[in-house]
């Protein structure tokens, strides 16, 4: 647990940035842009992640579980052949996207309403720079499937996010819709060569791959294991970006920026439940596949607790000050409240169950997930159609919601079924009610008692946030907090026995 603790810290600081600068780059555009083009700035961006995950083929899972298996078993000769395995479809597969992507690019703009000439060139930009992302994103999965994390934080939740809000920033004011695109977009190049670079320093020491390229054995394996992980991905993305796609379509481009601004808040939650679930997964992938099941659980339950206490203060404080928290972004987005509250619900479920879906992949069962995210998109896609021409963003918001429930609860009870973990430990229910107590029924009792009186809300926001801080200290253990104190100080040192049995069970090879 020190271990993840300290990947999940680096991850949440990177987590934090990738968070802080997301949100001032949709300040930026919300701010400098008419909604209508916002939101057809907000829907392109959509548009391109379905298409790089479309090209990634899920190979981010695919290449983190098997090199982390792979290490784990003792068998890093086979490393190097399984990162061909997984790299060479998607060099491939991106430049067929990015070509399809430019020849539809007429067809795109006309479904998003958009004017035909600016979204046109937009989206030829992006497609240019599709299958640089796209092999980006596959090298820095590999550089943690050996225990990496700096990379994916340094590179992909900092430094990229950093210079997507700077050339945003330089490019929203002057330049023609293609302009603002690529300069979203263009970043991807320097984060596809560092990520080149830091996986070279990583395998160096491997075993040189085999002659004649991997075999037909060696394909099989990995994409038996990582073919319904690439639908499941795209069927995940979908989750998260197809409802601002539908509402521009639907609602058109000026409610699209509204919900985009609305949901911004989930966005960040995302981001801090991913930080820790990144650095966990190489973890989870080598306790199961050597059948550990007992320290399995003690990951799950661990990070679902650190991820509880960390997420829902946030949530909860979105909800209380939904509309403050939409006045950043210009006037007219405070319209987007009633979807920030239906979508606090949604997430605090599904923050209890932890990262549910990632130890199902873990554990094999990919295709359970499959079948789940398939189930959550349908849910979202049919009561999208229903409600938004009727509801408009709130129908939107009460899909996605629909879907994110769904989503949690059907892996939530398989995996129960079928290996008996669950993330409802003693630190997670703990932490939860500490949350609610603090950031919910606190703040919420005094903006009932002294309705529209924002100090007395903030007042009771604040004695909250000094009873949090007092619990954490002084209950740090029932919380689960000491693999996080380790963390500023050193990891214990194991004796020699207790290495001697951890290679023993692992097949480590030093």
């Given at each position: 647990m020190p271990s993840i603790a300290r990947g999940g810290l680096v991850n949440?600081?990177?987590?934090?940035?990738?968070?802080?600068?997301?949100?001032?780059?949709?300040?930026?555009?919300?701010?400098?842009?008419?909604?209508?083009?916002?939101?057809?700035?907000?829907?392109l961006t959509s548009v391109f992640l379905l298409a790089e995950t479309v090209a990634r083929l899920g190979t981010g899972t695919g290449v983190v579980y098997f090199v982390a298996r792979l290490r784990s078993l003792g068998q890093p000769e086979r490393i190097r052949a399984v990162q061909r395995v997984a790299l060479t479809p998607v060099v491939t597969l991106s430049a067929i996207v990015a070509t399809a992507?430019?020849?539809?690019?007429?067809?795109?703009?006309?479904?998003?309403?958009?004017?035909?000439?600016?979204?046109?060139s937009a989206i030829v930009a992006l497609a240019l720079l599709l299958p640089v992302a796209a092999l980006s994103?596959?090298?820095?999965?590999a550089t943690r499937g050996h225990g990496a994390m700096l990379p994916t934080a340094a590179v992909d939740r900092v430094g990229r996010p950093l210079l997507q809000l700077t050339l945003v920033a330089v490019a929203v004011s002057n330049g023609s819709a293609a302009v603002l695109a690529g300069a979203w977009a263009l970043p991807w190049v320097l984060s596809a060569a560092l990520a080149w670079w830091w996986l070279l320093r990583l395998t160096r020491c491997l075993p040189p791959a085999a002659a004649g390229g991997p075999g037909l054995e060696t394909w099989r394996e990995f994409w038996s294991f990582t073919a319904p992980r690439a639908v499941n991905s795209l069927v995940q993305l979908a989750l998260q970006r197809l409802d601002i796609v539908l509402v521009t379509a639907l609602a058109g481009p000026a409610e699209a920026a509204v919900y985009t601004a609305a949901t911004r808040f989930l966005v960040v939650g995302q981001l801090t439940t991913s930080a820790i679930s990144t650095a966990a997964q190489p973890r989870l992938a080598g306790v199961l596949a050597v059948g550990d099941h007992a320290?399995?659980?003690?990951?799950?339950?661990?990070?679902?607790?650190?991820?509880?206490l960390l997420t829902w203060p946030l949530y909860l404080l979105c909800g209380v000050f939904a509309d403050t928290v939409l006045t950043v972004f210009g006037a007219g987005y405070e319209a987007g409240r009633p979807v920030v509250l239906v979508l606090v619900g949604a997430t605090l479920l599904a923050t209890a169950c932890g990262m549910v879906d990632m130890l199902l992949n873990m554990a094999g069962r990919t295709s359970w997930t499959l079948a789940n995210s398939v189930v959550a998109l349908a849910v979202m896609v049919v009561v999208d159609l229903a409600l938004i021409p009727r509801l408009g963003i709130l129908g939107a918001g009460i899909g996605w919601a629909a879907a994110i429930v769904v989503n949690n609860l059907l892996p939530l009870g398989q995996l129960l079924a079928s290996t008996r973990l669950h993330p409802f430990g003693a630190?997670?229910?703990?932490?939860?009610?500490?949350?609610?107590?603090?950031?919910?029924?606190?703040?919420?009792?005094?903006l009932l008692l002294v309705p529209g009186n924002a100090a007395a809300t903030t007042v009771a926001a604040l004695v909250g946030l000094a009873l949090f801080v007092v619990a954490l200290r002084r209950w740090r253990a029932a919380l689960g907090l000491p693999a996080l104190r380790t963390v500023l100080t050193r990891t214990p040192r194991r004796t020699t026995a207790r290495r001697d049995v951890d290679r023993a069970r692992t097949g480590e090879i030093q």
């Open positions: 949440l600081v990177g987590a934090a940035v990738s968070a802080v600068t997301g949100v001032l780059l949709v300040v930026v555009v919300t701010r400098t842009l008419p909604q209508s083009d916002a939101g057809a700035f907000f829907a992507l430019a020849i539809w690019a007429p067809q795109i703009a006309e479904f998003l309403g958009t004017p035909a000439d600016g979204t046109r994103d596959t090298l820095l999965a320290s399995a659980r003690s990951v799950y339950q661990s990070a679902t607790a650190w991820v509880v630190a997670t229910v703990r932490g939860a009610a500490l949350s609610a107590v603090c950031f919910g029924i606190l703040p919420v009792t005094a």
